[in-house]
């Protein structure tokens, strides 16, 4: 088991490097970009090991496997980050573990996740995905909402009781006009982003940016970026 950890410590250590180089690129400071690892199709013992190696931040995107593995790692102080389109049927389990849902965009999935936390007891951050590849008023292929339709979902999280409104979220789009683009994604996701803090001040997340374009989500000024494979390896094929 140490020949994994050690594996993961190098995969950490060189994403690391590319967070820090393209930080000084854009010159911004190391700690404005928050590394969270996403850790799904990988076992718990990977989670404990990042763990050990100073992660803090880690996500999923499948109820049915974050929900365990959230469970077996309960001792650990992590905050766990949903990121995977979210049936309303999964969000009472969603609740009991994620610290954030970065993937809400629609009003029922608001309306739902607020009956959760208020049941629980507990505050759940919420980000509203950006369908970068659907129109102004549009849903997008991978899930989120199109740009016209962020302000009243934001209005609708920070009206909630039990949520707490904390930014934006993006996946590159494989369509439309943004596809293969994608800083100019992540430009237009920050320009989203300022003009909603005009009104939501304290919503400062933006979380762009994965293995493959992280460094162009950090010059776009991402505060967040959700990186898998370079830490975990080459995922599994799923059956």
């Not at 690391?16 to 393209?22: H, L, T």
């Not at 969270?36 to 013992?45: L, Q, R």
């Not at 090991?49 to 996500?59: H, I, M, T, Y």
């Not at 849903?139 to 609708?156: H, M, S, T, Y």
Request: one cysteine or more; hydrophobic letters at 45%; aromatic letters at 4%.
């Amino acid at each position: 088991m140490t020949e994994r950890k050690d594996e993961l410590a190098a995969n950490l250590a060189r994403v690391e490097e590319r967070i820090a180089a393209a930080c000084a690129a854009a010159g911004r400071a190391r700690q404005e970009v928050t590394l969270i690892v996403v850790t799904k199709t990988y076992p718990a013992s990977d989670v404990r090991f990042l763990a050990d190696l100073g992660v803090r931040q880690v996500a999923e995107n499948r109820d049915q496997e974050a929900a365990p593995k959230a469970a077996e790692c309960a001792d650990l102080p992590l905050s766990w980050h949903f990121v995977g389109q979210l049936q309303t049927n999964k969000v009472r389990s969603v609740v009991g573990y994620a610290d954030v849902v970065q993937s809400v965009d629609r009003a029922r999935l608001v309306t739902a996740l607020s009956r959760e936390a208020v049941r629980a007891g507990r505050e759940v951050g919420c980000l509203v995905q950006v369908a970068l590849d659907a129109d102004e008023s549009g849903r997008g292929e991978r899930g989120g909402v199109g740009p016209g339709g962020i302000e009243e979902l934001a209005d609708a999280i920070a009206r909630a009781e039990g949520l707490r409104f904390d930014g934006l979220m993006t996946v590159a789009p494989l369509t439309g006009e943004y596809a293969g683009r994608q800083q100019a994604a992540f430009e237009r996701l920050m320009d989203l982003s300022t003009r909603l803090r005009a009104t939501h001040p304290a919503a400062t997340m933006v979380s762009a940016g994965m293995s493959g374009d992280l460094e162009q989500a950090v010059a776009a000024g991402a505060t967040h970026v959700r990186v898998g494979t370079s830490v975990l390896g080459v995922r599994p094929r799923l059956g």
